[in-house]
């Protein structure tokens, strides 16, 4: 089985930048992905990280250390529109099926 | 492209009665999940289907629960009965299993809001 902590709520100001962690334990692990879900809609995927290192995307960036079991998300020039939670889901053995954590609701305040 | 198309969007119903969900994935895409989210448990993969074959239902509570895939445009979830633990949002999702990438992304449909009397 598969083990994802993730925090339970984290709050920002609006340009600021924050970080959401993600630990995991795992075997035959196969990636990591992160999805933003906005109150009341559906999970969008945000990233995949299989290697270890930092995947840019825009303001968006994702974080991966195997050996540690180990990501962060990374947030920048926050914007009111980021309020929102935060799922580390991690892919193991041959179907990189991802098995979701319990998500971070991100409060960007003004 | 419609995305994933899911229906309803809400169902309000008594304990005991049967419920079917449905879901229509994108075009092209050959992975189908059906997944559950509660505050309490989060987001569960119930069950997946690959090319309209069951793949994996070890997430499925119990025989209440079944799901089905005729053919690659359709699924429907069914709880029979159903109770009030089971009220949850059902989210449906798709894939294309061969993305070159080596792993799916998977994109949501809009889910159902299930609640149970």
């Known amino acids: 089985g598969q083990n994802i902590d993730q925090p339970t709520e984290m709050t920002a100001t609006e340009g600021a930048i924050v970080q959401i962690n993600c630990t995991y334990q795992?075997?035959?692990?196969?990636?990591l992905f992160w999805y933003q879900q906005h109150a009341g809609e559906a999970p969008t995927f945000l990233s995949y990280?299989?290697?270890?290192g930092l995947e840019e995307k825009g303001r968006f960036s994702s974080f991966l250390s195997r050996s540690k079991g180990y990501s962060y998300l990374l947030l920048k020039e926050l914007q009111m529109k980021d309020s929102a939670s935060y799922l580390c889901?991690?892919?193991?053995?041959?179907?990189?099926?991802?098995?979701f954590g319990r998500g971070t609701s991100l409060i960007v305040h003004p | 492209d419609a995305g994933v198309i899911q229906s309803p969007r809400h169902e309000v119903t008594e304990m005991g009665q049967e419920v079917t969900l449905r879901c229509k994935p994108i075009?092209?895409?050959?992975?189908l999940f059906w997944y559950r989210q509660t505050m309490m448990r989060g987001l569960e993969l119930l069950i997946y289907?690959?090319?309209?074959?069951?793949?994996?239902d070890s997430g499925m509570p119990e025989d209440r629960f079944s799901a089905k895939m005729p053919n690659a445009s359709f699924s429907t979830l069914k709880i029979q009965p159903s109770e009030p633990r089971d009220s949850a949002v059902y989210f449906c999702?798709?894939?294309?299993?061969?993305?070159?990438?080596?792993?799916?992304?998977?994109?949501f449909g809009p889910g159902t809001r299930l609640t149970v009397l």
């Open positions: 999702a798709s894939s294309r299993a061969t993305s070159g990438r080596g792993y799916n992304e998977q994109f």
């Open positions: 795992t075997s035959g692990f196969n990636g």
């Open positions: 990280n299989v290697l270890d």
């Open positions: 889901a991690v892919g193991s053995g041959g179907s990189y099926i991802p098995t």
């Open positions: 075009s092209g895409h050959n992975s």
């Open positions: 289907f690959n090319n309209n074959v069951p793949i994996d």
